[in-house]
Structure formats: structure tokens, C-alpha cells
């Protein structure tokens, strides 16, 4: 099992960004140190309650301080993005980290990004906006030369000079919530992201749906499977419960107001914070936590964990406090 480290990029509108970037330089230190090989961070756009700073710049900044570390877009929004600026900035990326830069994407879901961004306002319209994107993407990374003319975009006969890194391109991963985009995702031989917001039984049934589809597909599932989970670790596991709740519950919140759980097949977060908690965040003492490590390892099929410790109000000494724990604790358990 490898584990990656999430670094909070949602911050309260009355905090610096100055300042909780700097943190997160430190934090990146501190996770490599703690055994983390990989760090990442997600996007949104006009994301009140939260302020939250630009995916692809921020991953510049912190791939000096991630020295030899895996570097993640985890997930970038691709349907509102244009490919070729995409193409090109994951290049500049890959060649920052060494080429260790791992592409996340995702179709996105609120429907203020879209409005704002012009894309289409139907699931149905995203998914297709992101298929054709990875498509244009991965011509702009193996073509000497390209002239594609698609339903969504188009790129005129051109030679092509800017090359990824890794050969033939850093690797894709698809986030997806329903099963629908689950087994999209398989059908075209893509490693599925799986989501923090469901829960361990859910999934189960998502996984073999996941494997499904790629074996009838005639592409070789992949093994390994990435995830993203919520984690607070402490030495009592009564406290860890205790400490991430006045911080995750709001996030939820947030996050229910925004209509993530209104998602096709999403469960709802609409719910008390101990069900809400309930098989969907790892949240107790060292011990526990590995303990639920392996429980997600033989019933999902995972190969990486990526964990987010902090959110927004969380302070940075919480965080600190965690990544020496998981150090000394968790990790060991896993080299």
C-alpha cells in the first residue's frame, strides 16, 4: 500500500493565502518525511463558503518542497479546462516533478462552474466534453503532428514540440461517483479514482461493477485501485472522533449545499455526523487506522490511499501533529 498526502487548498475567507500556502510547503516537508510518496490537491471554482487557490500553479509551488515525491492532480475539472492548455501545463509538471506527475480528472458537478465556464449543463454533455479532452490530450503528447476536429474541440493541422516527461504520457486517473461513470471509465481503460464521499459497502459493489466493464470491454482492469479518504489520527481514537468533527462536519455541509450527494447513486450527507462518519472516513488511534487500512486493502483491491488530514479551520499544528503520528505509527506498518 502507498499512501499520498492531500494538501488542504480550502481555506476560510478570512485567512491568508499567503500564509496557508506556506503551510503547505511545510506540510509537504513534514508528509515526506512520514512516509507519504505522493502529494496532490483537487479543484473548484467559486467555491464559497471557501476560498481556494488555482490547482496547477499551487502544484508548481509545492513540487520543489515534494523532492523525488509523486505529484497529483487530483482532480482537475476537465470538462471547463481547455485540452491544449491542459496538455501542456501537465507537461511543464511532469517535468517539474522528474516525471512523476499523475493526471486525475473529473467531469465536475455544480452547476455554477459550468454556468461560468460556458460547458454544457447535462452529465450526459460533461462526461462527453471529458472523453474527447483525454482523447485530444493524449495525440498532443505521442503526435509529431495533429489536426483533430471533434463535437467540443478543435485544433488546427500543427506540428507538435511540447512532450511529456514519461513516455507515452504521465498516467490518467478518472474520479467518478455513479456507476455510470464508473464503468465509462473502465470501458476505456482508465484507473478509477474512487471517491471519499462513499461508503466501504457501496463501493464494494462499484469495484466489481468497475472490473465488469473493463473485462467486457476487452481492457485488463486495473489493479491497485487509487482512493481518496478522509483521515485524523490521534493516540485515543474517541479524540480523533472528537477533534475532525467540528472540521469535517461543515465540510459535508458545504458539500451537500453544492449537491455532491445528489449525484446518481451518491448516499447522502444530509445525515448525523457519527453516520455520516460511519464506513466512509478513518478517523481513531494509530493502531485502528491501520487496522482500517487493511480492511479497504482486501475488500476493495486498493493500491493507494491519498489522505486528507486537514480541512478548512483545521489549525497547522494539528496537521504537523498527525504527519509525525502517522510516521512513527501508521506507516511502518505498510513498508
Not at 471557501?50 to 487530483?74: E, S, V
Not at 485515543?236 to 465540510?251: I, T, V
Not at 480541512?311 to 506498518?333: C, I, N, T, Y
Amino acid at each position: 500500500m502507498k499512501f499520498a498526502f492531500f494538501v488542504l487548498n480550502q481555506w476560510q475567507p478570512n485567512e491568508s493565502m499567503a500564509a496557508k500556502i506556506k503551510e503547505g510547503v511545510e506540510q509537504v516537508k513534514a508528509a515526506r518525511q512520514a512516509g507519504f510518496d505522493m502529494v496532490c490537491t483537487g479543484q473548484h471554482y467559486l467555491s464559497y463558503p471557501f476560498q481556494m487557490p488555482t490547482t496547477m500553479p499551487y502544484l508548481a509551488h509545492l513540487a520543489a518542497a515534494a523532492q523525488g515525491m509523486y505529484l497529483g492532480a487530483t482532480v482537475l475539472l476537465l470538462p471547463l479546462l481547455p485540452p491544449v492548455d491542459v496538455a501542456e501545463a501537465v507537461a511543464t509538471l511532469d517535468a517539474m516533478s522528474g516525471g512523476k506527475f499523475i493526471l486525475g480528472v473529473g467531469q465536475g458537478y455544480r452547476a455554477e462552474e459550468n454556468i461560468a465556464f460556458g460547458t454544457g449543463p447535462t452529465l450526459k454533455e460533461r462526461a462527453a466534453r471529458m472523453m474527447e479532452s483525454l482523447e485530444v490530450m493524449k495525440l498532443l503528447w505521442t503526435q509529431d503532428e495533429v489536426e483533430f476536429h471533434g463535437a467540443y474541440y478543435h485544433i488546427p493541422k500543427v506540428k507538435i514540440a511540447t512532450r511529456t516527461t514519461q513516455k507515452p504520457y504521465p498516467p490518467i486517473w478518472v474520479a467518478a461517483n455513479s456507476d455510470q461513470a464508473v464503468k465509462r471509465a473502465a470501458r476505456a481503460g482508465y484507473p478509477w479514482l474512487i471517491n471519499p464521499h462513499t461508503t466501504i459497502g457501496t463501493l464494494e459493489g462499484q469495484v466489481r461493477l468497475y472490473r465488469e466493464a473493463a473485462t467486457n470491454a476487452g481492457r485488463v482492469a486495473s489493479d491497485g485501485l487509487p482512493i481518496l479518504r478522509e483521515l485524523y489520527v490521534h493516540q485515543r481514537s474517541a479524540s480523533a472522533f472528537q477533534k475532525a468533527q467540528p472540521y469535517l462536519e461543515p465540510k459535508y455541509q458545504a458539500y451537500a449545499s453544492w449537491g455532491q450527494d445528489e449525484v446518481p447513486g451518491q448516499e447522502t450527507f444530509r445525515v448525523p455526523f457519527e453516520t455520516l462518519a460511519k464506513d466512509r472516513f478513518l478517523l481513531g488511534d494509530p493502531a485502528r487506522i491501520v487496522d482500517e487500512v487493511h480492511r479497504y486493502q482486501e475488500r476493495l483491491g486498493l493500491g493507494r490511499m491519498v489522505f486528507r488530514i486537514q480541512w478548512p479551520g483545521m489549525p497547522h499544528e494539528d496537521v504537523m501533529r498527525q504527519l509525525e503520528l502517522f510516521g512513527k505509527h501508521v506507516a511502518p506498518s505498510f513498508s
